[in-house]
């Protein structure tokens, strides 16, 4: 068997225990997450633990869920039993990983945390083991076998049991209503954060490159301000210097069977009233869902007061890396 063909035989092995594990999802799945979502809602923590390969995946488990806002710590089992168990309060609660539910170091560490008012959830292939049995609720990680040759290593298993962290992960921000916001906000400094705190105050087109009319004048002098702006869209504003509507070029060619009378026509008749507008304060993806949803070219900003402060052009958008 040539290498190739080995290395296909592993990813067959992990996609067939991947399969056989989301087979399995159930009511204790969905019971898990309720957990965790209570516990989160009292401002308790997860605490995750496992030993060997199963303490490795806690790590990565734990840091997907703190990043995606649920507060996950974990505990090194060994050392539970000499002072570490002092991370466990009331109200949290413990995600224990053991593929055989038997692992000896967990095991001596769950008499000590039942003395604790916590919830324990077991992610394991054996629902019948000390764990399963003494848990709240069961994640079935059990996959029909190892991508190992000798079926020992775990392979199948911990891909298994990583993909389960990772979907309650998921479903817990969706329960949480975690928004990309609530996302940069916990990711601050690279490439991710940068992009994703950018405000519409920071990238709008201001001043001479923001083309403002008030409603009265006539769509000749609109265009004649759109193209001092270099700009295919103007804002109209009313009453108190507040937006009333947005004229583009496109809604001038739409009218050009009127000719030249259409010139001389108010703005107010042509532009398209109560536009789609965002504002200065929001983040730049905000603008990036609306030109997604909506298929426009340019978005108004306004302030507090709605008046008309900016526009953004979807052509600003690609540099900050946001589409």
């Known amino acids: 068997m040539n290498h190739i063909t080995r290395a296909k035989a592993v990813f067959d ?36 633990t496992g030993i ?8 990565k488990i734990a840091a997907t869920l703190t990043s995606t806002g649920t507060t996950s710590v974990v505990l090194d089992s060994v050392n539970a039993l000499h002072g570490d168990l002092g991370v466990v309060c ?4 413990i995600l224990a990983l053991s593929y055989s539910g038997e692992t000896e170091e967990l095991l001596r560490v769950l008499p ?15 629902p019948k083991s000390n764990l399963g049995r003494h848990s709240d609720a069961i994640l079935n990680v059990q996959v029909p076998k190892e991508a190992c040759p000798f079926n020992l290593a775990p392979t199948s298993s911990t891909t298994a049991m990583l993909a389960m ?29 940068s992009a994703m705190l950018v405000q519409i105050k920071d990238i709008m087109r201001t001043g001479d490159r923001n083309a403002v009319i008030a409603e009265r004048a006539t769509v000749k002098d609109a265009l004649l301000a759109m193209t001092a702006a270099k700009s295919g869209t103007i804002s109209v504003t009313g009453a108190r210097g507040k937006l009333a509507g947005v004229f583009t070029d496109g809604d001038f060619r739409r009218h050009m069977s009127r000719g030249t009378a259409a010139l001389d026509a108010p703005v107010a008749a042509l532009m398209t009233r109560n536009p789609i507008c965002i504002r200065h304060d929001a983040l730049a993806v905000e603008a990036l869902k609306i030109f997604q949803q909506r298929q426009i070219d340019d978005l108004v900003v306004v302030d507090e007061k709605n008046r008309p402060v900016g526009i953004v052009d979807s052509q600003d958008l690609p540099k900050l890396k946001l589409m």
């Open 90 to 93: 009331d109200g949290d609660v």
């Open 52 to 59: 060997g390969k199963s303490g490795n995946l806690a790590h």
């Open 112 to 126: 000590a945390i039942k003395c604790f008012d916590v919830k324990l959830i077991a992610m394991t292939a054996h």
């Open 13 to 48: 092995a992990e996609i067939a225990g991947l399969r056989a594990t989301r087979a399995r999802l159930d009511d204790q799945f969905a019971l898990a997450v309720e957990l965790v979502v209570r516990c989160l809602r009292t401002r308790g923590k997860i605490i995750v």
């Open 165 to 193: 962290g990772d979907a309650l992960a998921m479903c817990v921000l969706d329960a949480r209503g975690f928004k990309k916001s609530d996302y940069a906000r916990l990711h601050p400094a690279g490439a991710i954060g």
